[in-house]
T-cell receptor, first 115, second 120 residues
Framework: AQKITQTQPGMFVQEKEAVTLDCTYD???????LFWYKQPSSGEMIFLIY??????QNATEGRYSLNFQKARKSANLVISASQLGDSAMYFC????????????FGTGTRLQVFP | GAVVSQHPSWVICKSGTSVKIECRSL??????MFWYRQFPKQSLMLMAT?????????EQGVEKDKFLINHASLTLSTLTVTSAHPEDSSFYIC????????????????FGSGTQLSVL
């Protein structure tokens, strides 16, 4: 079974609008971490935001926020006020347990921001 | 600025040759680094965990004799693709965690810029 599922292969959003990228996960661990990374065409992986399984507040980092629905096992990324430079691949990832840095990645969502 | 440096950014080699990719942590010591592989339009797949001073831990299905990992110092891990073949052509990327951070920073796993390998 897929550990991390990103059901949107591609998304379009107009500049200055908000967009939500979906991510659901599957784990039996009580302690886990959820990450979002941005990968532009250059290939580098840019850390965006992190949510711990015990964090009660939804994580926010500037224009990025993570809508963490623990019961539904979802960790959607919300990008507010989209910019043209946000066009990239976005990957959701999970770290299972608290004693590892191994990440399991989803298949990614390609976001295209248009003027 | 970049905290994990990966070199080279891209390499083209002939089939049968070996290629070495370096992953360096800048200004911090990384006892553990991770090597991922990404095929075009696909996700990152963990290949192995590189442990300083000991053998790497390989994920299931990854040939340890094919992908040699050496983590000889606290700031350098190398991945050598031995006797490369066209099917080894892929994007290889490493990651490491900056120790000592707090909160969200503690969870930041920094990635190198990746290496695009093309085997002719």
């Amino acid at each position: 079974a897929q550990k991390i599922t990103q059901t949107q292969p591609g998304m379009f959003v107009q500049e200055k609008e908000a967009v939500t990228l979906d991510c659901t996960y599957d784990t039996s661990d009580q302690s886990y971490g959820l990450f979002w990374y941005k990968q532009p065409s250059s290939g580098e992986m840019i850390f965006l935001i992190y949510q711990g399984s015990y964090d009660e507040q939804n994580a926010t980092e500037g224009r990025y926020s993570l809508n963490f629905q623990k019961a539904r096992k979802s960790a959607n990324l919300v990008i507010s006020a989209s910019q043209l430079g946000d066009s990239a691949m976005y990957f959701c990832a999970m770290r299972e347990g608290s004693n590892t840095d191994k990440l399991i990645f989803g298949t990614g969502t390609r976001l295209q921001v248009f003027p | 600025g970049a905290v994990v440096s990966q070199h080279p950014s891209w390499v083209i080699c002939k089939s049968g040759t070996s290629v070495k990719i370096e992953c360096r942590s800048l200004d911090f010591q990384a006892t553990t680094m991770f090597w991922y592989r990404q095929f075009p339009k696909q996700s990152l797949m963990l290949m192995a965990t590189s442990n300083e001073g000991s053998k790497a831990t390989y994920e299931q299905g990854v040939e340890k004799d094919k992908f040699l990992i050496n983590h000889a110092s606290l700031t350098l891990s190398t991945l050598t693709v031995t006797s490369a073949h066209p099917e080894d052509s892929s994007f290889y990327i490493c990651s490491a965690r900056v120790p000592g951070g707090t909160g969200s920073l503690n969870e930041k796993l920094f990635f190198g810029s990746g290496t695009q390998l093309s085997v002719l």
